[in-house]
């Protein structure tokens, strides 16, 4: 069999292994709670609840704050990746798939094709949500299509995270705890407040820190702004990760299943 054809294979499995996690995905109720539910929840806390204390100077609170509320979800929703890709370890359901002629790569795979298109779907009802609350953008399509693509990249990154610790723990409780580190990040962090008042060796960290760079790339596009060094320190913070979590993930995967 020459590598097109092994490539076709992975691919064909790797769709039916992302079909079947969908199937699964779409009869939770919890799943499209977070999917729909919770970035409509999100929209209006933070504009109508929070928005009139925060001082964002000339920029409508709104527009401010709908980078941070698009990464927060994603962060959100990734979380079932890991809690289902643990179901399926523990209840033994990969080692079903192990003895059925698939490729094993497809198994992870269609964990992570699911994670990219649940979580495009969550953003593009944040984006909707937003516009019907006034939220504006005069970026055109090219702008889109650069934050359609750090926004990709970062939902990689944070799947490959996910499958990681769905991998290594023991239940489908403590594989979504890590959950709670991301949104540790996520608030200190200037995705709902400038940093500016916060205290100095908060700001220092909230500078520094992956989430950052992030979403002051997704939100210098989306006001049509220069974007500096941002994206690039952006890009290398997910690709980094990526690179990391998808080596680790792949050596624990072949442990366990070996």
């Given at each position: 069999?020459?590598?097109?054809?092994?490539?076709?294979?992975?691919?064909?499995?790797?769709?039916?292994?992302?079909?079947?996690?969908?199937?699964?995905?779409?009869?939770?109720?919890?799943?499209?709670?977070?999917?729909?539910?919770?970035?409509?929840?999100?929209?209006?806390?933070?504009?109508?609840?929070?928005?009139?204390?925060?001082?964002?100077?000339?920029?409508?609170?709104?527009?401010?704050?709908?980078?941070?509320?698009?990464?927060?979800?994603?962060?959100?929703?990734?979380?079932?990746?890991?809690?289902?890709?643990?179901?399926?370890?523990?209840?033994?359901?990969?080692?079903?798939?192990?003895?059925?002629?698939?490729?094993?790569?497809?198994?992870?795979?269609?964990?992570?094709?699911?994670?990219?298109?649940?979580?495009?779907?969550?953003?593009?009802v944040i984006i909707v949500c937003a516009?019907?609350?006034?939220?504006?953008?005069?970026?055109?399509?090219?702008?889109?299509?650069?934050?359609?693509?750090?926004?990709?990249?970062?939902?990689?990154?944070?799947?490959?995270?996910?499958?990681?610790?769905?991998?290594?723990?023991?239940?489908?409780?403590?594989?979504?705890?890590?959950?709670?580190?991301?949104?540790?990040?996520?608030?200190?962090?200037?995705?709902?407040?400038?940093?500016?008042?916060?205290?100095?060796?908060?700001?220092?960290?909230?500078?520094?820190?992956?989430?950052?760079?992030?979403?002051?790339?997704?939100?210098?596009?989306?006001?049509?702004?220069?974007v500096g060094n941002n994206a690039l320190?952006?890009?290398?913070?997910?690709?980094?990760?990526?690179?990391?979590?998808?080596?680790?993930?792949?050596?624990?995967?072949?442990?366990?299943t070996s």
């Amino acid at each position: 069999m020459n590598s097109i054809s092994k490539f076709n294979n992975v691919l064909s499995d790797t769709m039916v292994m992302s079909k079947r996690v969908m199937s699964h995905a779409f009869r939770s109720m919890d799943t499209l709670i977070t999917v729909i539910a919770m970035p409509l929840m999100f929209m209006i806390m933070f504009v109508y609840v929070f928005g009139g204390s925060i001082d964002t100077g000339s920029v409508d609170y709104i527009n401010y704050v709908v980078p941070g509320i698009t990464v927060m979800c994603i962060a959100s929703g990734i979380a079932y990746t890991a809690a289902r890709l643990n179901s399926d370890m523990t209840q033994g359901i990969i080692e079903r798939f192990r003895s059925m002629p698939i490729a094993k790569s497809s198994i992870l795979g269609g964990h992570v094709l699911t994670s990219l298109v649940f979580n495009a779907f969550s953003t593009i009802v944040i984006i909707v949500c937003a516009i019907v609350m006034g939220f504006r953008s005069d970026i055109g399509i090219t702008g889109w299509l650069y934050i359609a693509g750090i926004l990709l990249l970062f939902t990689l990154a944070m799947t490959w995270v996910a499958v990681m610790f769905g991998l290594l723990a023991n239940s489908v409780e403590g594989a979504s705890a890590f959950i709670y580190i991301l949104m540790m990040l996520i608030f200190i962090s200037p995705a709902f407040a400038p940093t500016d008042s916060m205290p100095k060796i908060v700001r220092i960290f909230a500078e520094n820190q992956p989430m950052t760079p992030i979403i002051e790339t997704v939100r210098a596009l989306m006001m049509n702004e220069p974007v500096g060094n941002n994206a690039l320190i952006a890009v290398l913070w997910c690709v980094g990760i990526i690179i990391a979590f998808y080596i680790g993930s792949m050596k624990i995967y072949k442990r366990k299943t070996s």
